[in-house]
């Protein structure tokens, strides 16, 4: 078979999709030695190509048209020439209007436009809108990370006669536990920081509801109950600048609250392991990779009780009500407070994820994108 790809997430920052897209091709140059991909992308990306049927296909884009409207034109103008049999959309759209005997199978990481559409901007609203809801309705087949965002497809556009699949995605090797103190004070050394902490993970934008976190906070500080300092590790997103005011608002200074900006992927996993608490408090996730790599370097996990979150955490994770800083605040409290739970979520959370790898998901994917059963893979 013929494979098309869309690749454009391999060229932007890393973030949850890149990662996403990035593991299970790894995985599936090694798992297929039969089928001719063409990966399409309108940049340069990185991806080292150890299968000699895997082919770049880079294309030209002109730089003040956004990458959507390249997959309509360019990406699709290749995957024709190249006579695709199957084009996956990585990243919830596809080129539309293809040829009836391509099989079209499409990605969704989470409905975020259409369940908390006041977390995204006008114009990311307004794409997903029109490009991932004619996506949907043209799929062969559509992909999934989590129940969650499967029922929520059948919720919002009645995706009962469509083929949907789960694959839930994976959790990196060097992910594994390490001891907390080595773990915590490495990173106070690198980041100027103090070695009693709480972390969490995530673009700082609306969604990720880094504003309850930074109230719990206040709180436990407020009470002399909890002066670990929290640390924020995540790049800069949308809409922030209230974060900020609140911040300075709450009289909480630097030594209560460090904001780490982007942390390079080889100090994460100390990052999670040297915690005391990770707290992860979004608001709507599709899958949450944090959660997973908190547990699976050994952090007990503290966690929002929406969309996708408990059912990764599957019962490892100390759950709160996401728009009740008091409860997240007391949550962080027994944790803190109880050697017995501490350690009851970090025997569960290294389990939970143990469950999770990436040569799982892109076996999943090959069955979906061959039209073969799983078990024959």
């Known amino acids: 078979m013929r494979i098309g790809i869309d690749v454009r997430p391999l060229s932007r920052p890393p973030a949850g999709i890149y990662r996403a ?49 390249w997959l309509q034109t360019g990406a699709k103008r290749m995957a024709v020439e190249d006579e695709v049999d199957v084009f996956w959309g990585t990243a919830h759209a596809l080129p539309l209007g293809f040829p009836s005997s391509v099989r079209r199978v499409l990605t969704i990481h989470d409905l975020t436009w259409v369940a908390c559409p006041g977390t995204m901007s006008s114009y990311n609203r307004l794409v997903h809108s029109v490009l991932a809801g004619r996506s949907i309705r043209q799929a062969d087949v559509i992909c999934v990370p989590s129940e969650s965002t499967r029922q929520g497809l059948i919720n919002y556009f009645g995706g009962k006669g469509k083929e949907i699949e789960v694959a839930g995605w994976g959790i990196e090797d060097y992910y594994f536990r390490r001891d907390a103190a080595v773990a915590a004070k490495r990173i106070a050394q690198k980041f100027c920081t103090s ?34 300092q929290l640390l924020i590790a995540g790049a800069k997103g949308w809409k922030n600048s209230p974060l900020y005011k609140q911040l300075a608002a709450s009289a909480l200074t630097e030594k209560d609250v460090k904001f780490l900006g982007y942390v390079p992927e080889e100090d994460m996993p100390y990052l999670y392991a040297g915690a005391s608490v990770s707290v992860f408090p979004s608001l709507y996730e599709g899958f949450g990779f944090p959660v997973l790599e908190a547990m699976a370097c050994g952090a007990p996990v503290v966690a929002s ?61 090959l069955a979906v994108l061959t039209g073969r059963e799983l078990g024959a893979i």
């Open 21 to 69: 897209v990035r593991n299970v091709l790894q995985q599936l140059q090694e798992l297929d030695a039969e089928n001719t991909y063409y990966l399409y992308s309108d940049r340069e990306f990185e991806l080292p190509l150890r299968n000699s049927r895997w082919q770049k296909r880079i294309g030209r884009s002109f730089s003040f048209l956004p990458g959507s409207a």
């Open 195 to 228: 070695p009693d902490y709480l972390c969490t993970v995530g673009t700082l934008a609306p969604r990720k509801n880094l504003g309850t976190l930074i109230e719990a906070v206040r709180i436990l500080h407020d009470r002399h109950q909890c002066k670990a």
């Open 305 to 365: 009780n929406v969309s996708s979150i408990p059912e990764v955490a599957g019962g490892a994770a100390l759950l709160f009500d996401p728009y009740l800083p008091g409860e997240l605040a007391e949550a962080i409290l027994r944790v803190r407070s109880s050697p017995r739970l501490r350690e009851q979520l970090i025997r569960g959370g290294i389990s939970r994820a143990a469950q999770f790898r990436w040569a799982d998901t892109a076996r999943a994917m």
